[in-house]
């Protein structure tokens, strides 16, 4: 199956998932082990909370990850200052990555916006380099507004 149809196929299973819940920390648990479940080469799945002033680990699926990140510092950090998407293909080379597990390679960071501020951000990373192109970046964002839609329906 191409891309396209996989993400098409990920974003109606997760639509179904989060559909009667608008909690943010379980939306964002059973998002992460969907994600972590269904995407292939990847070690690395899960939140980090925007919580004064830093990103705070939030629900993921891997290896034990850093506690907090400040905004100044890896790829998660460049997506809370950035306000957009950041894919890497080779974390060694930039210059801030923050290294929780080592045999990471690549990533891609999306942030997620409720009430037009970042909330949290989505942190992927992958043990093989370039693992992220522009139609996992495509389909990612739209897993990332049916997260954001579910957390907001609770509101009207």
């Avoid at 943010?24 to 909370?49: K, P, Q």
């Avoid at 093989?128 to 579910?150: P, Q, T, W, Y």
Wanted: proline share 3%.
């Amino acid at each position: 199956m191409n891309k396209i149809t996989f993400y098409d196929h990920l974003c109606s299973q997760l639509s179904a998932l989060l559909d009667n819940e608008h909690d943010i920390i379980a939306n964002m648990a059973n998002t992460s082990a969907l994600l972590y479940e269904s995407l292939s080469d990847i070690n690395w799945v899960g939140f980090y909370r925007n919580i004064d002033q830093r990103l705070l680990l939030g629900p993921f699926q891997g290896k034990t990850a850093c506690f907090t990140i400040p905004y100044d510092k890896g790829v998660c950090g460049a997506c809370i200052t950035k306000k957009r998407v950041i894919r890497v293909d080779d974390v060694k080379q930039f210059p801030t990555h923050i290294v929780c597990d080592c045999a990471s390679l690549s990533e891609i960071v999306l942030p997620v916006f409720h009430r037009h501020k970042i909330i949290a951000v989505l942190d992927i990373d992958a043990p093989i380099l370039c693992r992220f192109d522009a139609d996992d970046e495509k389909g990612l964002m739209n897993v990332v507004n049916i997260f954001e839609h579910s957390i907001n329906k609770k509101e009207n």
